[in-house]
C-alpha cells in the first residue's frame, strides 16, 4: 500500500517542469494553438479554432517543425488531430517532446 501512495505521489509530481509550446494551426488562416499532448499518431491542440472534421491541416511547432494532419474531433477544450505514423510523424513527436522537456524555467 505504501508502494502505490509513493507511485501516485511521484506521477503528480511529473508535470510541473513540462511546459506547453506554443504551435501555429493553418486551417485556413493561421491560428495560435498550445499543444497539450503529442505522440508519433496525433495531437491534442487546446485552441479557439474549430476546423470541420476531416479537414486536411497543417501544423507548426517553433522546434519540430511543420506536419499535416487530419481534425479527428473538436471539443469546448481544442481539437484532436491525426499523423500518419511514418518516421517524420515521430520525429515531430520526439522534437516536441524534447523542447517541452528542455528549458523548463523558461
Do not use: I, K
Given at each position: 500500500?505504501?508502494?502505490r501512495a509513493h507511485f501516485?505521489?511521484?506521477t503528480a509530481m511529473a508535470s510541473p517542469w513540462r511546459k506547453r509550446r506554443m504551435c501555429v494551426l493553418l486551417a485556413?488562416?493561421?491560428v495560435s494553438a498550445s499543444l497539450r499532448e503529442v505522440s508519433?499518431?496525433?495531437a491534442f491542440l487546446e485552441t479557439n479554432a474549430r476546423p470541420a472534421l476531416g479537414l486536411r491541416v497543417e501544423l507548426r511547432h517553433p522546434e519540430a517543425g511543420p506536419i499535416t494532419a487530419v481534425v479527428q474531433s473538436v471539443s469546448c477544450e481544442g481539437i484532436s488531430l491525426r499523423f500518419d505514423l511514418t518516421e517524420k510523424s515521430v520525429a515531430f513527436a520526439l522534437a516536441a517532446i524534447t523542447a517541452d522537456m528542455s528549458n523548463p524555467a523558461a
Open positions: 500500500m505504501g508502494v501516485v505521489g511521484a485556413g488562416q493561421p508519433a499518431t496525433g
